[in-house]
């Protein structure tokens, strides 16, 4: 269908005149998204304000999508399970023979912890959540990964609190509104996270890469250590993390780590528990300039 | 034949004409509203670790652009870019920019094709799709890297795919905009 020629109205001069306008101002537009868009390139938290106002008021009808997705899943994974059925067998069998080792491993380093604990007389101290709650949202059709969850400020969240679900990691808090918050996922390529591996002390940093992967980048250079099938943990240097969650396995080798597999994917997480910073003076110490550090 | 003479002159496919009037509220409210909540859709879907679901807010935009032309105004892209950005997790300012943008190209492409069918809308908004994906993904201040545009096809393909079924319920929605209702 031919569109109405609107680009040739005639002799109206205030028609011409409005159509000139529309440009002008369309071209106004982009120039200020343009500005915009700088400046929040330059300092991304520039706009979080509006942006959480957003995100409270999205925030209940999130509450109510992630009820249905949940129990909607449960019939997509069955669909998907039967689509890869064989190779997810051969894979699960695989897998399952690693983890009666690494159960058998565990059992003997518990016993160990115990007695080594037993002999520094420590008390075990369980990390209390500050809240639990559902992820609401997240950006699903942007490059960017976030996630909103269901609680913000007035439950006591506060930006940089690490997030876990039920499996391990699941990224970070970035920002907080009254009654949402904004995380930053693991698998978002800005997303650095320091981790070691859990059977020795083999440390390294967890970066996304903005494919659903994380890639591992040994600290230490040299021979690479790495195996396909190992597991990754927090290494609670930084502060942010307490050390021993659950982080990635790896899934391929690279010259200079490995790339791996997030453990706590955020689509398969319905509930997650936001904890308390773990080292708070440790991070205040690390934002503190070194030079107020010493007249204090 | 069911439409004889006196019938298409008191009904047409909006509904019978005696006394009775297209609502402004539904006319341009319709087109809005399901822009506006195209943009909010992909964040309650999925929490998904690689970006998957079309940018529906953006799909509705050119729908209805390239569907219905003449009620999407040029500058729309600057306030339906503002309401986008508060929930697409772009940087703020990437949707006025881009959204904007592809109004002028749209514009432009339809100044030198005047007339078009549906396979070359299909076309038009594959192309202005992907660019836009492309595009947004190289200015969101993520570290590009090539692993990263390859996360990306699944949902350009996707979004290539559900835009004829998007261009349907556009033009569903669009007879529904034009309903007439008697005037009280």
New interface residues.
């Given amino acids: 269908?031919?569109?109405?020629?609107?680009?040739r109205p005639g002799f109206s001069r205030r028609a011409q005149y409005g159509i000139f306008t529309?440009?002008v101002?369309?071209?106004?537009?982009?120039l200020?998204?343009?500005?915009?868009?700088?400046?929040?390139?330059w300092r991304?938290a520039?706009?979080n304000g509006?942006?959480m106002i957003?995100?409270d008021a999205?925030a209940p009808?999130?509450e109510v999508?992630a009820e249905a997705?949940t129990t909607s899943r449960g019939l997509i994974e069955s669909i998907t399970g039967y689509y890869r059925a064989g190779s997810q067998n051969a894979e699960l069998k695989r897998e399952m023979e690693l983890a009666r080792i690494r159960l058998a491993e565990a059992e003997a380093v518990e016993q160990e912890n115990k007695r080594l604990k037993a002999l520094l007389a420590l008390q075990e101290a369980e990390v209390e959540p500050v809240v639990v709650s559902r992820?609401?949202?997240?950006?699903?059709?942007?490059?960017?990964?976030?996630?909103?969850l269901g609680a913000g400020s007035s439950r006591g969240v506060t930006a940089g609190m690490p997030v876990r679900g039920p499996r391990g990691v699941v990224g970070r808090v970035l920002e907080v509104g009254r009654n949402s918050s904004r995380i930053l996922?693991l698998?978002?390529?800005?997303s650095v996270l320091p981790v070691r591996r859990a059977q020795d002390n083999v440390v390294a940093l967890a970066e996304g890469?903005?494919?659903?992967?994380l890639r591992i980048r040994l600290i230490n250079l040299g021979i690479n250590p790495l195996e396909v099938g190992d597991v990754f943990v927090t290494s609670g240097s930084g502060g942010y993390y307490r050390p021993g969650v659950a982080v990635a396995v790896v899934s391929e080798l690279t010259n200079d780590g490995a790339l791996a597999r997030?453990i706590s994917?955020?689509?398969a997480?319905d509930f997650v528990s936001v904890d308390p910073i773990w080292q708070p003076d440790a991070i205040s110490g690390a934002a503190t300039p070194v030079e107020e550090e010493l007249s204090e | 034949m069911r439409t004889a003479y006196r019938g298409a002159v008191r009904r047409d496919e909006f509904g019978s004409r005696i006394d009775r009037r297209h609502s402004s509220l539904l006319a341009y409210g319709i087109p809005l509203a399901s822009i506006l909540l195209g943009s909010?859709l992909?964040?309650?879907?999925?929490?998904?670790?690689?970006?998957?679901?079309?940018?529906?807010g953006f799909m509705a935009l050119i729908g209805w652009r390239l569907i219905r032309?003449?009620i999407i105004?040029?500058?729309a892209?600057?306030p339906l870019?503002i309401w986008d950005?508060?929930?697409?997790?772009?940087?703020?300012?990437?949707?006025?920019?881009?959204?904007?943008?592809t109004?002028?190209a749209i514009e432009a492409l339809?100044?030198r094709f005047?007339?078009?069918g549906f396979v070359q809308d299909w076309l038009t908004a594959a192309l202005i799709i992907i660019v836009y994906l492309l595009v947004?993904?190289l200015?969101?201040?993520?570290?590009?890297?090539f692993?990263?545009l390859?996360?990306?096809v699944p949902?350009l393909l996707l979004s290539v795919l559900l835009f004829p079924i998007i261009s349907r319920m556009i033009a569903r929605l669009d007879r529904l905009r034009l309903t007439r209702f008697r005037k009280f």
């Avoid at chain 1, 269908?1 to 680009?7: D, E, L, Q, V, W």
């Avoid at chain 1, 101002?25 to 982009?30: D, M, Q, W």
């Avoid at chain 2, 200015?139 to 890297?145: E, N």
């Fill in positions: 269908m031919a569109p109405p020629s609107k680009r529309g440009y101002v369309a071209g106004i537009g982009a200020v998204g343009a500005v915009l868009l700088g400046l929040s390139l991304p520039n706009f509006p942006r957003a995100a999205v009808v999130g999508s997705r992820i609401v949202g997240s950006t699903a059709a942007s490059t960017r990964r976030f996630a909103y996922l698998t978002d390529s800005q890469r903005g494919d659903g992967l997030i994917d955020p689509a997480t | 909010v992909p964040m309650l879907f999925i929490a998904s670790a690689v970006p998957l679901v079309p940018p529906m032309p003449g105004p040029i500058w892209g600057f870019g950005d508060l929930f697409s997790g772009f940087p703020f300012g990437s949707a006025i920019l881009l959204w904007s943008m109004l002028v339809e100044a005047p007339w078009h947004a993904t200015l969101s201040g993520a570290h590009g890297s692993p990263m390859l996360a990306l949902q």
